[in-house]
């Protein structure tokens, strides 16, 4: 992928609710995809990473995303958000110019 | 093993001066990158090394540049600093790049 896009830029839940977030990859030849997390005042961390394979990916902390090519999609989703994972939430994709095209980032608050 | 380092964490500045800003990579890592994050612009690319070589760089004026020495750590530079250069500065750290990225916590650079 080269370009990817996020259209939730402010998402607020109560805990306990169900969590997804959009993602949206151009086409550009071998698809490869990333969600990071920033915590307030912390720094990237990698979620979950796709290269190939199995389109339903196992993150860390509970996470996962789907891979849709027929959607062009890469959705970030938590069946139980608690108030830790209130964050700013980055997709991300390889540009083959050896560094990351990120998406605007979508801000997450859960409300205890 | 340890992560990305950046030093310092905070810098504050004054309209025209300069800053050196410094980065230690994951040992073993050779690509190391850097970006520049502001709440208007998101994640912005600046430029990429590896081997001591920049390989890639970003939509950025001629006042950003950046330099990698033999033991992969990284330093950049920007020269006549602007109120809009303001920003979190984060590097990254790679084995290859579609394994992923390894992000420092940044320095947080405020131009007064």
């Known amino acids: 992928a080269q370009s990817v896009s996020q259209h939730n830029h402010h998402v607020i839940l109560s805990e306990a609710a169900s969590l997804e977030l959009g993602c949206n990859y151009s086409?550009?030849?071998?698809?490869?995809l990333f969600w990071y997390v920033q915590y307030p005042g912390q720094h990237l961390q990698l979620l979950l990473k796709?290269?190939?394979?199995?389109?339903l990916v196992k993150g860390i902390k509970g996470f996962e995303a789907e891979f849709i090519k027929s959607k062009f999609s890469f959705n970030l989703r938590k069946p139980s958000v608690q108030w830790s994972d209130t964050a700013e939430y980055f997709c991300?994709?390889?540009?083959?110019?050896?560094?990351?095209?990120f998406g605007t980032g979508t801000r997450l608050t859960v409300i205890p | 093993k340890a992560g990305v380092t950046q030093t310092p964490r905070y810098l504050i500045k004054t309209r025209g001066q300069q800053v050196t800003l410094s980065c230690s990579p994951i040992s073993g890592h050779r690509s190391v990158s850097w970006y520049q994050q502001t709440p208007g612009q998101g994640l912005q690319f600046l430029f990429e090394y590896f081997s001591e070589t920049q390989r890639n760089k970003g939509n950025f004026p001629g006042r950003f540049s950046g330099r990698q020495f033999s033991n992969s750590r990284s330093e950049m530079n920007v020269s006549t600093l602007e109120l809009g250069d303001s920003a979190l500065y984060l590097c990254?750290?790679?084995?290859?790049?579609?394994?992923?990225?390894?992000f420092g916590s940044g320095t947080r650079l405020t131009v007064v």
């Open positions: 086409y550009g030849g071998t698809v490869n």
């Open positions: 991300a994709s390889p540009t083959g110019a050896n560094n990351l095209f």
């Open positions: 796709y290269f190939s394979g199995d389109p």
């Open positions: 990254a750290s790679s084995l290859s790049g579609l394994y992923g990225y390894t």
